[in-house]
């Protein structure tokens, strides 16, 4: 039974995509079904807490190779799939109102229950080949929600972008995983990091494949430089940015640290690559934050800098402060994006530009949104001050540089997040002040469920999280460590809150992280634009080898052609020699037949006449033949002598 719910979790959401898309398109309420979908996956998980379950099979066996499918739950796993799970349900609640008017909805909800199953899939997974499955179908569900308004032009290559930056790091995953298989001869991935920890493969071969397996979170999770789809992202609906941002595709390359660590930890020159790529990382999203107009970028933004606070911990060494921070991040990324989706539904805009003096016309929008906002900011004692609580307690240990670079990113962070939440809800200078109300009771219902969890799930974890996953204890931390983090906090909210009051939505730190953000972009579109100069040569090339190739075909059909019409002669001329050799043939035959023996039988005639005439003068004395034959010749010389006179 315990095996059966396991492996419906992932099933459940894959069952409700098919559904959509073969019964369930022309209902009405479609979206329930994506809905009911995740909330079974929920119940079947829920009865399954606290136990270690595993389902595995042989997918196939070649040569030395075992190639392993299946399942298994662990600390981690279910720690991960309760995430995910929770705050899939809840988002695709809220999607169902917020997409109540948009045509293709069966299309969205099927998509959207793609992306759940796949999600899930690969946080159950106990083998590479599974979790590589999986992963490349959270990348091509992606795709299709982010493309999902697919004649807009943005849209459209928002979603090709994703996919093609994403795919560059999965390359990284694919070499990863197959260097396991190379080495350990089968795909299970207990049995590669049972290998990892008794030292049974050697240290620089470790380094490589750590750095290979982190090439795939550098693409899933946005870090540098594979950074510029997901800010692009948000062209999709806003219930797939909440999805992505919080417990889907960017959490995926977290995870996939979290579930290798102790592969990174046998590596520590991978380690400082995690650390230094993320650092950089988390302090430019960052930066770009501040200079955003639109509410959904400056929130992708935000995601960008957070996940870069988690390779941060990971970089050092903590995987329970980075799985601590995962989850409070995920409650209150995703209550921001639907509060967002809110804003954009009942003014019409999400451009900082176009709002202000909201709170009076969405007051229950505007609470979520300041929870959420909150908490990002580390600000006490709402969910993100636990978590980054855990992480600055780690990178102490480190150094008082690493410390800093964490408060410098709380700082920012406040700055980023209160100059959104002053130029929605509060007054500046020539605001426009859209009318706007609050939405409906689902909407809304979910917007406060969340808002909870957003305030409330770093205080629950806060002590507990030790005892929920297999990463041992954190250290504690210092009050001046402490006391700096809620400074920065402080500080960054009230510069965010002055800057706005005082000139508006402008940049807060000036015009600097602008520029950061165009050579970001010329960055990443340089290698996209040096592929398609050279996808375009060899087309050229393609097109001429084309072309010579259409020309030597045309001289082989020609000389083929000339080769028929000489073959076609040939066989002209070849059947009338046959047919002159066969009235040839015909005409001897008849010669043969009517002529020589003709002649022979006539003269076995005349022989048998002559022999019937002479048989009466055989016999059988020797001197009588004799005597004929004197007689004989005697005649024949007296003739003989009588013709020559």
Known sequence: MNEFLLLSIPVWPLLAALTILLWARKWSGVGYVAVAGSALSLLGLLPLLGQQLQIQS???????????????????????????????????????????????????????????????????????????????????????????WYRQDDARHAALEAFLLTRLGDLGLLLGWLGALLLMRTTDIATFLDAVSTGAIAGGVLTILALLFFAGAVGKSAQLPLTAWLPAAMAGPTPVSALIHSATMVAAGVYLLLR??????????????????????????????????????????????????????????????????????????????????????????????????????????????????????????????????????????????????????????????????????????????????????????????????????????????????????????????????????????????????TRGPVPALGAFPQHLERWLLAGTAAPGRAAFAMAAVLEQVEQALDRLTQRMGQAVFAAAGVSERMEVGLDQETQALARETMALASATDRVELRGFSDIMDNFARLFNQVGGRLQPFQSGKLYLYTLGIFIWVAAISVLGILAWR
Do not use: C
Request: net charge neutral; charged share 10%; glycine share 10%.
């Open 260 to 501: 290798l660590f102790p592969l990174f930890a046998a590596a520590p020159a991978a380690l400082n690559v995690v650390f230094w790529v993320s650092g950089l990382t988390a302090v430019f999203a960052a930066l770009l934050a501040t200079v955003q107009t639109d509410l959904k970028r400056i929130l992708a933004w935000s995601t960008v800098s957070q996940l870069g606070e988690m390779f941060l911990a990971l970089g050092v060494g903590g995987p329970l402060a980075a799985a601590f921070h995962l989850a409070a991040h995920a409650s209150f990324k995703s209550t921001l994006f639907v509060t967002a989706g809110a804003i954009d539904h009942k003014a019409g805009s999400r451009d900082l530009r176009k709002l202000g003096g909201l709170a009076r016309r969405m007051p229950l929008t505007a609470l979520v949104f300041g929870v959420a906002a909150l908490a990002l900011a580390g600000f006490p004692p709402f969910s993100g001050f636990w978590s980054e609580d855990a992480i600055l307690a780690k990178l102490a240990l480190r150094g008082p540089g690493a410390a800093l670079l964490l408060i410098l990113l709380i700082f920012l962070a406040g700055i980023y997040i209160s100059r959104a939440g002053v130029a929605i809800f509060a007054r500046w200078p020539d605001m426009p002040a859209p009318e706007a109300k609050d939405p409906g009771p689902l909407m809304m219902g979910t917007m406060l469920v969340l808002g909870l969890l957003a305030a409330g799930v770093g205080w629950l974890l806060a002590g507990r999280i030790e005892g929920l996953l297999p990463f041992g204890e954190e250290p504690g931390i210092s009050l001046i460590w402490r006391g700096a983090a809620v400074t920065a906090s402080l500080a960054g909210l009230a510069f965010g809150s002055w800057r706005v009051h």
């Open 58 to 148: 042989v997918w196939m066996q070649t040569g030395p190779f075992t190639l392993t499918v299946g399942l298994q739950l662990d600390a981690l796993s279910q720690f991960m799939a309760l995430l995910v799970t929770a705050i899939s349900l809840l988002v695709s609640l809220y999607a169902v109102a917020y997409m109540a008017e948009e045509e293709g909805q069966p299309r969205f909800f099927a998509s959207l229950s793609f992306f759940i199953a796949s999600m899930l899939a690969l946080v159950l997974s106990d083998s590479f080949l599974l979790l590589f499955a999986a992963w490349e179908g959270v990348g091509l569900a992606s795709f299709l929600l982010i493309g999902f």
